[in-house]
Structure formats: C-alpha cells, structure tokens
Nanobody, 118 residues
C-alpha cells in the first residue's frame, strides 16, 4: 500500500510557476504509475498528467501540454508536477495518485490548492 502527501500549492499570478511535490511512503512506489489530477470548484476531477514507474513514459492533458512537466525521483519516493505559464483556469485542488496500473488509480493524496490570479 502507498500513502501520498502533496505539497507546494499556493497563490500565484497568471504567467507564474509552481512546483507540486507528492511524497510517497512504502518501498513499492518505485514500481507504481503516478498521476496528477485536479478538481476545480463545481467541476469534476480531471486528468492532468501521468508517468510510468521508470519515468520513461509520460502523458498530458491537452490543456496543460507544453506548460506542465511531470517527473519523479524514485530514490526519494517523490513525484513532481512543474507548472509554468499558469492561467486562472488552472485554479483547482491538485491531487496525486498512484497504482500498479495507469488504468485505475486507487491511492490518492489529500490534495493541495493552487490558485492563479488574473
């Protein structure tokens, strides 16, 4: 089992950057896929990006492609989401998730708030 804790959220102006971190407990993290999702007020949770266990394969939602970068450091049991050129529409609670398959994520963090002001 994996426990996940996000950090790094905050308030930033449009055009700014933030880096989110997802600290995982458990030695099996390095064998898990990891993903970031987000949920804006009044909207359903949506996929942002994911990364394979080795870090060799990544995918992104069209809305963040070219602006966000997902990465991981398995030696530190930590995943990251570098967010650049932030827009007000990126405002949401961001969640990291992990599991043995990218088809369904069963392990979730508590979320971290990202607010982008215009």
């Amino acid at each position: 089992q994996v426990q996940l804790v996000e950090s790094g959220g905050g308030l930033v102006q449009a055009g700014g950057s933030l880096r989110l971190s997802c600290a995982a407990s458990g030695h099996t993290f390095r064998t898990y896929f990891m993903a970031w999702f987000r949920q804006a007020p009044g909207k359903e949770r949506e996929f942002v990006a994911d990364i394979s266990w080795s870090g060799g394969t990544t995918s992104y939602a069209d809305s963040v492609k070219g602006r966000f970068t997902i990465s991981r450091n398995n030696a530190k049991n930590t995943g990251y989401l570098q967010m650049n050129s932030l827009k007000p529409e990126d405002t949401a609670v961001y969640y990291c998730a992990a599991d043995t398959t990218s088809a369904r994520y069963n392990y979730w963090g508590q979320g971290t708030q990202v607010t982008v002001s215009s």
